[in-house]
């Protein structure tokens, strides 16, 4: 089973998301919670309740992909090189896999909004692919494919 979907958001890192004591910064946390409630569009849900209601964790694993869509403008500098402002993808992958899986936003309240994500432990994530691409929009997107494997699979 494989389920997809897009977030418009434009990547943070986890460089810019803490200060002393691994505090989460104001812009962070604003940042967390426009992620938490677009993950509870009818759409967006739909694809995470097939994957939780399918998941049994002594059968399953996740094989999960993030593309990083930016603009080009962003992306690239006018040379053709990859920008500094795209930052380093496994910095932008972790705050991200956070919001998806894990248990402690489950169920948190925003807005007057239960919010619901896969409250799956990402250990069980074996299989990790980012990629950052340009794009001809003039934001940011995020597309987001969790796939759900057989741990018989694993085996050699």
């Known amino acids: 089973m494989l389920v997809s979907f897009v977030i418009k958001s434009k990547p943070f890192s986890v460089n810019k998301a803490y ?14 919670e426009d992620f938490l409630l677009q993950l509870q ?3 967006v849900l739909q694809q995470i309740q097939l994957i ?3 998941w049994n964790s002594k059968e399953h694993a996740l094989s999960v992909s993030y593309d ?4 080009y403008n962003l992306l690239l500098t006018k040379k053709g090189e990859v920008s ?25 309240e ?3 909004i239960v919010i619901e994500n ?28 969790v796939q759900l494997l057989f741990l018989k699979s694993l085996r050699l």
Not at 19 to 32: G, I, M, P, S, V
Not at 68 to 71: G, L, M, N, R
Not at 97 to 102: G, I, P, R, V
Request: no cysteine; aromatic share 12%; net charge positive.
């Open 41 to 43: 569009q009818p759409e």
């Open 68 to 71: 990083f869509f930016y603009p």
């Open 110 to 112: 925003i807005d007057g």
């Open 118 to 145: 896969f409250d799956i432990d990402d250990k069980f994530i074996v299989s990790l692919q980012s990629r950052k691409l340009g794009h001809n929009l003039p934001h940011h997107e995020i597309l987001i494919t």
């Open 84 to 108: 500094k402002r795209s930052m380093d993808l496994t910095n932008i992958e972790k705050l991200v896999q956070d919001n998806l899986f894990e248990h402690r936003y489950n169920g948190r």
């Open 19 to 32: 200060y002393k004591n691994r505090q989460l910064t104001q812009e962070a946390r604003t940042w967390r």
């Open 52 to 54: 939780k209601q399918a």
